[in-house]
């Protein structure tokens, strides 16, 4: 759908169309399934803040003698967020636009460290979800123009095993050599 410059992504996005969105990318057609245990012994609990379910998982409440709930954001990057469903999605459109971090922060109205967070979170996401759905390439392949990185620094996940971790700092100079340059008078 194409907006005009006047109407904006956040004008006809509703909380309650979010919600079913997310829910319906999240569950699909199959029924809830337990994120921490991938059962399907799960139970409805009802409506969670206006437009959210709360479900509870009947075979972890067995196992660890408590109640085990959850809602539709758990386990998600809208998890614990104090920042509205509707905003969210607004700033996955505009990541997926390629919008700087400060236009992202200027049209949600929020702080340039929260715009940045929000941003970096869903390029993880996106990122994490296309290495786990990607197949590896089994044949040669020819690339052109292409950039390569020189590699992740520190300790990273997307780090090779066999590489250690770059090492900081500057070399430190022959003293020597600083003694010749000196000048004497």
């Known amino acids: 759908m194409e907006l005009s410059k006047k109407e904006s992504f956040a004008d006809w996005m509703d909380r309650t169309k979010c919600a079913e969105i997310l829910r319906r990318e999240r569950w699909g057609t199959q029924a809830v399934t337990c994120i ?20 509870k998982c009947l075979d972890c ?6 109640d085990t709930t959850f809602n539709d954001k758990t386990g998600t990057i809208f998890q614990n967020s104090k920042i509205r469903l509707e905003k969210w999605f607004y700033a996955i459109n505009l990541v997926q636009k390629k919008v700087s971090d400060n236009e992202i922060a200027r049209d949600l ?35 052109d123009e292409a950039y390569v990185t020189a590699g992740c620094k520190g300790k990273n996940e997307t ?11 500057l070399k430190k100079k022959a003293v020597e050599h600083m003694k010749q340059r000196k000048c004497q008078f």
Do not use: W
Request: hydrophobic share 25%; proline share 3%.
């Open 36 to 55: 921490y245990c991938k059962s399907g012994n799960v139970k409805i609990l009802g409506k969670y803040k206006e437009c959210f379910y709360r479900y």
């Open 61 to 66: 409440s067995e196992k660890n003698d408590k």
């Open 109 to 143: 109205q929020v702080d340039g460290n929260t715009a940045r967070r929000m941003a970096s979170l869903i390029r993880g996401s996106i990122y994490i979800s296309v290495r786990t759905t990607a197949k590896c390439l089994g044949k040669e392949v020819e690339i």
């Open 159 to 169: 780090r090779p095993e066999d590489r250690h971790p770059r090492k900081r700092g």
